[in-house]
């Protein structure tokens, strides 16, 4: 399977604090992509990272991508209870139109 | 207009009935996409259109039947299914091939009984 890995599965955390998910991959990337899904709903593009940046920020996200180990994280300060739902990386090899999910973290906020 | 719009939202089929999914998208893009998802888990990649030709079924069976009919529209024909296929049905599109960003629709809940 092409299928990335993803930890923590679940994560549950107060109100304010920050919120670390980390994503392993497996083939050759020009980049990597995070998305978020409400329960049961389609899924929201937060992020996008190439293959030749090694940090990006966008607003209260910062995601980190390590080629060399083929992993990324993503990183949500000062989270909200808005925030709860489950967060995903999604991979594309080189050249071809498929986006390949990780397992997935739940994020659970607490207010 | 940035929408991905699916119907129906939920749907309830019998073993031996024939429905179909729709998805839309007018933002132009060329690539469209059915994944499908159970709970607790991630999207799994059924079907890719790439300027409206199938160029990726991932080994799905046959009672799955993708139609491209214009560059906007996408169906997902049903028939046959088996309980085992109630799941989350997602269409998504993206400009070009992957690499760029995918907008999703919100699903069709499917439950076959």
Redesign the interface.
């Known amino acids: 399977s092409q299928?990335g890995e993803e930890d923590p599965q679940a994560l549950s955390i107060q109100e304010g604090e920050n919120a670390t998910m980390n994503c392993s991959y497996k083939t050759s990337i020009?980049?990597l992509?995070w998305?978020r899904q409400n329960s049961?709903?389609?899924?929201?593009?937060l992020i996008?990272i190439r293959s030749n940046e090694r940090e990006k920020h966008s607003g209260r996200l910062r995601v980190t991508l390590d080629t060399s180990k083929k992993s990324s994280s993503l990183l949500i300060t000062a989270s909200r209870a808005a925030d709860t739902a489950s967060y995903?990386c999604?991979t594309?090899?080189?050249?071809?139109?498929?986006?390949?999910?990780?397992?997935?973290t739940?994020l659970k906020v607490l207010a | 207009d940035t929408e991905?719009t699916q119907t129906p939202k939920h749907l309830v089929m019998g073993m031996t009935n024939k429905k179909s999914l729709k998805c839309e998208q007018h933002m132009g893009h060329r690539?469209m996409?059915w994944y499908k998802q159970k709970a607790?888990?991630?999207?799994?990649?059924m079907f890719?259109y790439?300027y409206e030709k199938l160029?990726?079924n991932e080994s799905v069976p046959s009672r799955f039947s993708p139609e491209c009919p214009n560059s906007s529209l996408l169906n997902l024909h049903l028939h046959a299914l088996q309980p085992e296929d109630s799941a989350?049905y997602?269409c998504?599109s993206?400009p070009s091939?992957?690499?760029?960003?995918?907008?999703?629709?919100?699903?069709t809940?499917l439950t076959v009984v």
């Not at chain 2, 091939?97 to 699903?107: D, I, L, V, Y």
């Open positions: 299928q020009n980049n992509q998305y049961g709903r389609g899924l929201v593009h996008l995903f999604a594309s090899p080189p050249g071809t139109y498929k986006y390949i999910f990780g397992t997935g739940r | 991905v690539a996409y607790k888990k991630p999207p799994e990649l890719v790439s160029s990726i989350l997602l998504a993206s091939r992957g690499g760029s960003e995918a907008f999703f629709g919100q699903g809940r």
